[in-house]
T-cell receptor, first 111, second 116 residues
Framework: KNQVEQSPQSLIILEGKNCTLQ??????????LRWYKQDTGRGPVSLTI?????NTKSNGRYTATLDADTKQSSLHITASQLSDSASYIC??????????FGQGTELSVKP | GAGVSQSPSNKVTEKGKDVELRCDPI?????LYWYRQSLGQGLEFLIY????????KSGLPSDRFSAERTGGSVSTLTIQRTQQEDSAVYLC??????????????FGPGTRLTVL
């Protein structure tokens, strides 16, 4: 069964600290993997998208990595800010377009 | 079932017809979201409900799109006078989010809409 699992489920960090969110998947055949940031009640904002051949992609303070061999991805946030508090969702696309969603990691950044 | 359900799973319609998509959220979840994913595109936010009210309708792409939620539970997304560009997978998600808490979103399987 194709699945996407994210960890941790929730995370609290102090402003200025770094953190790493994990996404493990069993989706096959794999097309691409996206990380989204979503504030409550708002639409998700795409942070990164990576295909099979890409290992790392950065977007400002966000850096995503992908290991297609171990089927693992991580999202690293550097020098966290209060505005980083949100849900972070990992979404994996099968070839053919079907989406498999992770349940998200809730990040709270405290002053 | 314990998860979010959507119906129909697939819908093929002719251009100009109206369609209704249904979402049954997880019981007790107060927040409900509609999204769509067009071929090759990212996840597009459409509308968010907190209870029966929709504080954010900014994602609806045109006035042909409307959504309602009754009894704080089932929601329907209606597309009037469908166009070919409306073809997409329409996803629904629910969560326990309140106005101050985020909540984990649980996604339904989606409705694949094809407009001929």
């Amino acid at each position: 069964k194709n699945q996407v699992e994210q960890s941790p489920q929730s995370l609290i960090i102090l402003e200025g600290k770094n953190c790493t969110l994990q996404c493990n998947y069993t989706v096959s055949p794999f097309s691409n993997l996206r990380w989204y940031k979503q504030d409550t009640g708002r639409g998700p904002v795409s942070l990164t998208i990576m295909t099979f051949s890409e290992n790392t992609k950065s977007n400002g303070r966000y850096t995503a990595t992908l290991d297609a061999d171990t089927k693992q991805s991580s999202l690293h946030i550097t020098a966290s800010q209060l505005s980083d508090s949100a849900s972070y969702i990992c979404v994996v696309s099968e070839k053919g377009g079907k989406l498999i969603f992770g349940q998200g990691t809730e990040l709270s950044v405290k002053p | 079932g314990a998860g979010v359900s959507q119906s129909p799973s697939n819908k093929v319609t002719e251009k100009g017809k109206d369609v209704e998509l249904r979402c049954d959220p997880i019981s007790g979840h107060t927040a409900l979201y509609w999204y769509r994913q067009s071929l090759g595109q990212g996840l597009e936010f459409l509308i968010y409900f907190q209870g029966n009210s929709a504080p954010d309708k900014s994602g609806l792409p045109s006035d042909r799109f409307s959504a309602e939620r009754t009894g704080g539970s089932v929601s329907t997304l209606t597309i009037q006078r469908t166009q070919q560009e409306d073809s997409a997978v329409y996803l629904c998600a629910s969560s326990l989010a309140t106005r101050t808490a985020y909540g984990t979103q649980y996604f339904g399987p989606g409705t694949r809409l094809t407009v001929l």
